[in-house]
């Protein structure tokens, strides 16, 4: 059973997606919050496996409440809730630990798949979200600093990175360059400590959203 917490500030919103959640078995909504300091106070009691975050509330926002869950909680994955009008937040979001994107009018079926997605470890985006956060930047640095590992990371550890971006999986990577298993893990382990990553998915979301701007 996946636990989902659900956080905006407008109620209509909550109780719609509250009501498509709870169509599928394998989800239990187990709290909602209208603003961001109610769901950290939620995260902390409830110990949810998703939060379905909004951006922009009232008393603390999204990007605060997303910073201190990422830090706090670890284990508790955010797919951040947004509009197109809101891509000014989009990689704010991305750099304070949220690990999916989905647009409000998202058809439920997408929202489930998102959400099973973002639980198993991987990340996701709404399409098109990327592209149009990348639009507008002018340039990586206007928004985005690079961790300070990344320019002693090898070739074969920045091949890696663009693999995990495409969310698969150390078996796949292995096949595709030809190596093992275990060489992959070990790569892994070294971007991850390199770029002072959290986990595979902090790695790949960096991957998406900063590399197509460097190659650029």
Do not use: C, W
Not at 145 to 171: H, S
């Amino acid at each position: 059973m996946i636990r989902i917490l659900i956080v905006d500030d407008q109620a209509i919103i909550r109780q719609g997606l509250k009501l498509l959640l709870n169509l599928e078995a394998e989800f239990e909504v187990v709290g909602e919050a209208e603003n961001g300091q109610q769901a950290l106070t939620q995260v902390e009691t409830l110990q949810p496996h998703i939060v379905l975050m909004d951006l922009r509330m009232p008393i603390m926002d999204g990007i605060a409440a997303t910073a201190h869950i990422s830090q706090h909680f670890p284990e508790t994955k955010i797919i951040v809730l947004t509009t197109f009008d809101a891509d000014d937040l989009v990689v704010e979001s991305l750099r304070v630990g949220a690990q999916g994107y989905l647009l409000k009018d998202t058809p439920s079926e997408e929202v489930a798949s998102v959400i099973h997605s973002v639980h198993k470890g991987y990340s996701q985006f709404a399409p098109g979200i990327v592209q149009k956060a990348m639009a507008h930047l002018s340039s990586p640095s206007d928004a985005i600093e690079l961790p300070l590992g990344f320019d002693d990371l090898t070739p074969r550890e920045k091949q890696i990175l663009r693999l995990l971006a495409q969310g698969v999986n150390n078996r796949e990577i292995a096949q595709s360059l030809y190596i093992t298993e275990g060489t992959v893990r070990n790569h892994v382990t070294n971007i991850l400590g390199r770029l002072n990553f959290r986990d595979r998915t902090q790695a790949a979301l960096f991957a998406q959203t900063v590399l197509p701007l460097l190659e650029s």
